[in-house]
């Protein structure tokens, strides 16, 4: 198992910038990973995808309401995956989670449903 922890969240205001980070916990990122991923979730919503990078070969993969502007990329020799966020939005506030898709059980980048485990959550607030 991997355990995941967030950070990097905070209070910005409109059009700046926080860069995520998501670092393994006690043991490394292994070879049973078949994706990272970053999805978000604000109060009375559902959990969204933000974006994923694939751990074989790094493609990455992203949400229509954040290309262009967040940029996931991953450090090997920190076992720490990123979320680089641009020109925020106050659509973009929520709570963001970094996760864990296992490649025994892999079917979707896009769907929190495929993710095996996941970090506790770091707050992303962004004013107008």
């Known amino acids: 198992q991997v355990q995941l922890v967030e950070s990097g969240g905070g209070l910005v205001q409109a059009g700046g910038s926080l860069r995520l980070s998501c670092a393994a916990s006690g043991r490394t990122f292994h070879s049973s990973t078949y994706a990272m991923g970053w999805f978000r979730q604000a109060p009375g919503k559902e959990r969204d995808f933000v974006a994923a990078i694939s751990w074989s070969d790094g493609s990455t993969y992203y949400a229509d309401s954040v290309k262009g502007r967040f940029t996931i990329s991953r450090n090997n020799a920190k076992n720490t995956v990123y979320l680089q966020m641009n020109s925020l939005k106050p659509e973009d506030t929520a709570v963001y989670y970094c996760?864990?898709?296992?490649?025994?059980?892999?079917?979707?980048?896009?769907?929190?449903?495929?993710?095996?485990?996941w970090g506790q959550g770091t707050q992303v607030t962004v004013s107008s």
């Open positions: 996760a864990d898709q296992d490649i025994y059980y892999s079917g979707s980048y896009y769907s929190s449903r495929y993710y095996d485990y």
